[in-house]
């Protein structure tokens, strides 16, 4: 634990102005970054008395090893530079909204020719309108599905549109009327626009218009006597106020607006928000923070504004936001919010009427939603306590085993040998952490081996880590050593950007996927590197049996254990991410081709040749003046290309390992590489992958 007054700046090194800071512990990693009117009066706060301070404000202080701070002009710039910040280097004393889930968004394409209505989710794309957030896709599927009988819009894939342009045969929907049918020019391209134009003004609120004009040619048709139009009219006219019934309003003066709550106790705050456009909710969404420091209702405010509206811009910020508390200052907000819609922004607290109401509504759900998370949070406390504890009296280790690693290797006969490493803290996934290797130092099939290669890779870094921060002083790196990013130990570490390195924690308990053999290689990769206070052990598939090194027997758990369901749960996210990285690379092998080796030729000339040709084959067997014929081929790149294909040798025939059949390149055939395609059964071909 760290003195604060051993890193306090001297009286009058820190200005009286605007900026920004950020606390590093002792290894330089950023753990908390905040920002100011007065950096000076600020940060006087967190060198007073320890006593005196917020039991997580003292815990960030004794944490940290040293304060740093940039000086801005304004606080709009303070605001702008710590919400940067925060996103870069992820400090873990600053309040960070966990959002449990990617909410989706009714999304209308405008940017492509014949505009796409779909369900979206992630981060927002350019020419793109969005609608939301829903709290479920149904939810949109059933809005939509009753919109398309009065805006047809297309809401077929890409393939499916090329498919039916191809064929000349619309999709179902384009036969029963619920898309207008773009693809066969049943509307023109311009015609599809305004239909999806219609589509967007009606979501934005503006339902009126469309009701009336319905009504009005339903009354024509039936003065007309064409009654069947008259009836289908009618139809259309309720199906937009069932699709209306479904966002009740809530604010009868079409107030396009997001309200903000927050309910909090003194660990932790829930925060909702209801997405009001045209006087109606049309999404809700919500987040939970950890409380790691003393903060107001005002500051919380703050930071979910940020997190809310610091990536989005124009109409996707409302004119008006209405939050329990003002924060404090409340201008440099307000003028940063008006920044990213283009126009002025209403911040304020609602003291009356609907909007009052309405902020009460959100406030139950906040609530409601604290208490579903303290509720879900202690249940899943319990159980992985539980689990970690059983572990540790199984290992009998001295503590909980808080960080686990655990290591698989995966192979297909022997080629592409990879590897992986997954990490769970506190008995939950963290994927970030996640590693994967090549294994370089031998060629063909030994998982004892490959596992020793990789515990000493994946160690040897870690040792190299804690050297170049000071926690070690022996020399155990070897530098030069290349990781799989391109990062050389020893070198590029160096870098003092607060960020921690990737291989920077050591963990409690290494688990292996395998029986005595693997966790030997472990254990004696470990010893070789002199690292004696990291315990091992294996998890064997066959009876799920636990292996530990130096016992010739291993320690079988009940099958009912919370610590052997995380174990396997460990072991089996180890083997899911070694067999998806070792796919990636057999498919890259497999889509490899002697063009590739050909300097200067690029995938457009590769197609051309491939589509001229035909085949592979053909063009190996082509002449130099045969090449020459394509267009954008030099005769000097003709004669690379031939140089290159006589040099490599021709591909093995594919063979489909049920039959024995030899299977023929045929033209249409060939993968993305210009190598014909095997179309031989994928689960024969597959092999075993451990």
Known sequence: MADPSSYRPKPGEIPDSPGVYRFRDEHRRVIYVGKAKSLRQRLANYFQDLAGLHPRTRSMVTTAASVEWTVVSTEVEALQLEYSWIKEYDPRFNVKYRDDKSYPYLAVTMSEEYPRVQVMRGHKKKGVRYFGPYAHAWAIRDTVDLLLRVFPVRTCSAGVFKNAARTGRPCLLGYIGKCSAPCVDRVSAEEHRELADEFCDFMTGRTNTYIRRLEKQMGEAAEEMEYERAARLRDDIEALKKAMEKNAVVLADATDADLIAVAEDELEAAVQIFHVRGGRVRGQRGWVTDKVEDITTGALVEHALQQLYGEETGDAVP?????????DPVEPVQEWLAGRRGSGVSLRVPQRGDKKALMETVQRNAQQALVLHKTKRASDLTTRSRALEEI??????????????????????????????????????????????????????????????????????????????GEWADETAQDGETA???????????????????????????????????????????????????????????????WVPGDDDPVVLPRTSEGLYLLQRVRDEAHRFAISYQRTKRSKRFRSSPLDDVPGLGD????????????????????????????????????????????????????????????EEEPGTMGSSGEPVRTGAPDERRGQET
């Open 319 to 327: 004119k008006e936001v209405l939050v329990p508390a003002l924060p």
């Open 392 to 469: 540790a009296d199984a290992l009998d280790l001295d503590s909980a085993p808080l960080r686990i690693e655990c290591y698989d290797i995966s192979h297909l006969q022997g080629d592409d040998v990879v590897a992986s490493m997954v990490v769970f803290e506190d008995g939950l996934a963290r994927k970030s952490e996640y590693r994967r290797f090549q294994i370089k130092g031998f060629a063909g099939q030994d998982d004892v081996r490959s596992m020793h290669e990789v515990i000493t890779r994946r160690f040897r870094r870690y040792l190299a880590e804690k050297e170049r921060t």
């Open 484 to 546: 799989e990013s391109g990062e050389t130990i020893g070198t590029s570490l160096t870098e003092d950007d607060g960020r921690p390195k990737k291989f920077a924690y050591p963990p409690q308990l290494v688990v292996v996927d395998g029986g005595a053999p693997q966790v030997a290689a472990a254990r004696r990769a470990l010893d070789e590197l002199g690292i004696d206070d990291i315990a091992v052990c294996g998890l064997a598939k066959r009876l799920e049996e636990v």
């Open 604 to 663: 457009t000339r590769k197609q051309a040749l491939l589509k001229h040709f035909g085949s592979l084959k053909r063009l190996r067997s082509a002449t130099i003046d045969q090449i020459c014929e394509v267009p954008g081929i030099g005769r000097k790149t003709a004669e690379t290309i031939a140089a290159a294909l006589a040099q490599a040798a021709p591909a093995a025939p594919a063979v489909n390992t049920a039959t024995g059949e030899i299977m």
